[in-house]
């Protein structure tokens, strides 16, 4: 039995539940170490479920679906099948298949939502999966960073959006989110949905990386020509920040409080109340975002757990993946070719993502 099947059937008696019903893709992929149901390629929810009791696992699909889920995808424990006709839905099929007090991580109706559960219920990455982390975002890393450095001034931010999604194809990634800003877009809008506006001065290019169910997030920004000295200065006040956050996310750490130094951090660095207009990120893993933390956000920091913090400042974003493990914090969104800035913190050296200044390319 997986260890993470195990937590499941586990929970059940906590739940007050006889069985769960999983089918939502993010959910799937972690029980499973990465099998994907689905067809629609932006869609939550897959074809398939799983039906998870104390004793047993039964695989839920029409019939037009089983076979190929059970030819192709990845899972880890022993499982039964059932099926319905492709031409009823998963509502219609279940009386004749479960009848008892049941949970689902999507709305249906007779079901009890477990969907929030769940979530904290995958908390902590094991060992094998920190592996396949580390390669997403060494990987992702590498492809958005080599974009980066064949860009020139002319290029629209939907032709830089195309490459980016031509590139992480061909890895097997899915490009789950894909944010481009030239220019003074930038600093207007804090979800630059790329359009077809030219990059003359800057550009910065963000990235959410899905693969095998796990995701990382990064940004990277590339100025033509020397920054302003007012824009520099941005960025470096906003790697300070970014550090003073990575040091306040240690586990067993209240989410509140973590949250309180990152007031803190911008507060420090002459920003108070620059928090407010952008949501900072949280901790991620089988979700873009698993929840993004406010002032209320309730619970703890679980060791193993990958954060993906995003803080900005008008005009400057910085965003990166890292995992908290046993011997301290890795970040995942690292080629080793990409410009950093360094910080000492107490004796210790940290490295934040600087932007990539392209010399002699200034229009």
């Known amino acids: 039995m997986s260890d993470k099947l195990r937590r499941v059937q586990e929970a059940l008696a ?10 939502r893709r993010d959910n799937i992929a972690w029980l499973t170490d990465g099998a994907t149901f689905h067809v629609v390629e932006r869609a939550e929810v897959g074809v398939a479920s799983l039906l998870i009791t104390p004793c047993e696992v039964r695989l839920l699909a029409p019939d037009n679906e089983l076979a190929r889920i ?14 319905y006709p492709w031409y009823q839905s998963l509502r219609q099929g279940l009386p004749d298949i479960f009848n008892g007090a049941l949970g689902s991580d999507t709305p249906l109706a007779g079901t009890r939502d477990v969907a929030d559960k769940l979530v904290l219920l995958r908390q902590g990455l094991s060992p094998q ?17 080599q974009i980066a450095r064949g860009l020139s001034p002319g290029i629209s931010e939907q032709q830089i959006e195309a490459e980016i999604a031509h590139r992480c194809l061909e890895k097997a990634i899915r490009p789950v989110c894909v944010l481009v800003a030239a220019d003074e877009r930038i600093a207007s809008f804090k979800h630059p949905v790329p359009g077809p506006y030219p990059v003359i001065r800057k550009v910065m290019m963000t990235l959410g990386a899905e693969r095998q169910g796990l995701h990382v997030s990064l940004t990277r920004i590339v100025h033509f020509g020397e ?13 300070e920040i970014h550090v003073d956050i990575m040091l306040a996310s240690r586990p067993g750490r209240a989410w509140q ?3 309180s130094d990152i007031q803190q951090a911008y ?20 979700g873009c975002r698993d929840w993004i933390v406010t002032p209320q956000t309730e619970g703890v920091l679980a060791p193993g757990t990958a954060l993906a913090w995003n803080p900005t400042l008008s005009g400057v974003k ?16 690292r ?9 000492q913190r107490g004796g210790q050296r940290w490295q934040v993502a600087d932007w990539l200044i392209m010399q002699g390319e200034k229009p």
């Open 227 to 239: 920054p302003e000295p007012a824009l520099r200065q941005r960025v470096l006040a906003l790697a």
């Open 318 to 333: 910085s965003e990166e993946t890292a995992i908290l493990t046993e011997n301290g914090i890795a970040w995942l969104t």
């Open 267 to 286: 507060e420090r660095q002459g920003q108070d109340g620059e928090w407010r207009h952008h949501h900072q990120g949280g901790p991620t893993g089988y």
């Open 14 to 23: 906590g739940w007050q539940l006889d069985a769960v019903l999983l089918t």
């Open 335 to 343: 080629s080793g070719d990409w410009p950093l800035i360094d910080i």
């Open 129 to 145: 999966e920190q592996e396949r982390f580390a390669e997403l975002g060494r990987e992702a890393a590498t492809l958005l960073e």
């Open 257 to 259: 409080a973590i949250f």
């Open 70 to 83: 059970v030819a192709e995808e990845p899972m880890p424990f022993e499982y039964e099948t059932a099926s």
